[in-house]
């Protein structure tokens, strides 16, 4: 690429660390941020003034076409201390391929390597003190673009910021999830921007997710928009279940399609699980837990890694899944992730980016 040679990034030392007031014993998911961000600006075709500054405020206009169109994408990613103190980051190429994607169906450039990962790396390179050392505690990483220009005429816009901010995240409390069906509110369309990680996608389902949560559940399960009939994701995570031996996961193109869900079911099939990536009927779930052959549910993302589903409501009724404890495959594949990530056991699929 003929912009790489612009593509210097530039460093500015924060003066002051905020390291030292960081009770990393008492982390709470995002409230934190580390010392340091990476901001790089696009206009004219081509991406500019690549830089790593102290982490803080940003001036925009009143009339910045984000605020008003919502071309705005990000993506969740998490780094790990090991034991020796290496610092690694899990995946992040496929991240880098997801926002691409999701830039281009939102009419945004496409971000290249040499600042997504390069920078990514050299970010954490200089924070790497931010990452816990702390068991089950990780460095969440949230790299993210916006429409900037000036102006409120609707046409993609002619000028983009790309962000990377970072900040240490405790071990998240796997509270097995009382979820609820959804059959009236629909998250994404066939045709429409359901792969892509957006932030109009979250906006639209904090209406839906609060009233589920009246009714005492934690979470939805989308099903598709034109029957309601398959089972689509959870809020922010994918669903997967255990079928005899075998793993299914709902498949569409509506679906964000999850690191986590793709990591596991690459250990699934490594392991001789059977996995299966197809749609999945919300009564093909509810006959098979009443019948005991659903035995294990769960959501599986970056922010929670695997969260074990205890309770599915569907059309008033309540379906109870066996007891998260006991279930084997889930537990084991947890287990194995996160000896992975923290470096404790060889890595055999490649996934750590060590810094
Ligand atoms: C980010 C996200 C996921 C999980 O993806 P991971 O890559 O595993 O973190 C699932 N569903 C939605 C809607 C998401 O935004």
């Known amino acids: 690429m003929s912009e790489a040679a612009t593509l210097q990034i530039q460093v500015e030392h924060t003066q002051q660390s905020r390291l030292s007031q960081v009770d990393f014993n008492n982390l709470k998911f995002g409230q934190i941020l580390s010392d340091h961000m990476l901001v790089a600006e696009y206009a004219n075709g081509q991406w500019e003034d690549v830089r790593i500054v102290p982490y803080g405020d940003i001036s925009i206009s009143p009339s910045m076409s984000a605020l008003h169109y919502g071309q705005a994408i990000f993506e969740g990613i998490k780094a790990y201390k090991f034991v020796d103190g290496t610092v690694s980051i899990f995946r992040p190429d496929k991240n880098h391929e997801r926002f691409n994607k999701s830039a281009a169906r939102l009419e945004m450039p496409e971000v290249p390597q040499e600042i997504f990962i390069d920078g990514l790396r050299k970010l954490i390179g200089l924070d790497h003190s931010w990452v816990p050392a702390t068991p089950g505690a990780s460095l969440y990483i949230r790299p993210f673009m916006f429409a900037t220009e000036a102006a409120l005429g609707v046409h993609p816009s002619n000028s983009y910021k790309f962000i990377i901010i970072t900040g ?119 006959d098979g837990i009443k019948d005991g052959s659903v035995t294990e549910a769960f959501a599986a993302g970056t922010a929670a890694t695997l969260t074990p589903i205890s309770e599915i409501g569907y059309k008033g009724q309540l379906y109870t899944l066996p007891d998260p404890a006991k279930r084997e495959f889930s537990n084991k594949v947890l287990q194995y992730l996160n000896d992975l990530r923290y470096g404790r056991i060889a890595d055999e699929f490649g996934w750590n980016f060590i810094v």
């Open 168 to 286: 240490p995240v405790g071990s998240y409390y796997n509270k097995p999830l009382r979820v609820k069906v959804e059959t009236h509110f629909t998250r994404a369309a066939d045709g429409g921007v359901g792969f892509s990680k957006n932030a109009g996608n979250y906006a639209l389902s904090l209406h839906p997710t609060k009233l589920a949560q009246q009714e005492g559940f934690d979470q939805l399960i989308w099903t598709d928009a034109k029957e309601h009939t398959y089972v689509e994701e959870a809020g922010t995570a994918n669903l997967l279940f255990r079928v005899g031996d075998t793993i299914i996961t709902p498949s569409a193109d509506t679906i964000l399609h999850g690191v986590t869900r793709r990591s596991i079911i690459e250990i699934a099939r490594h392991w001789g699980y059977q996995a299966e990536e197809r749609k999945v009927s919300v009564k093909e779930l509810v």
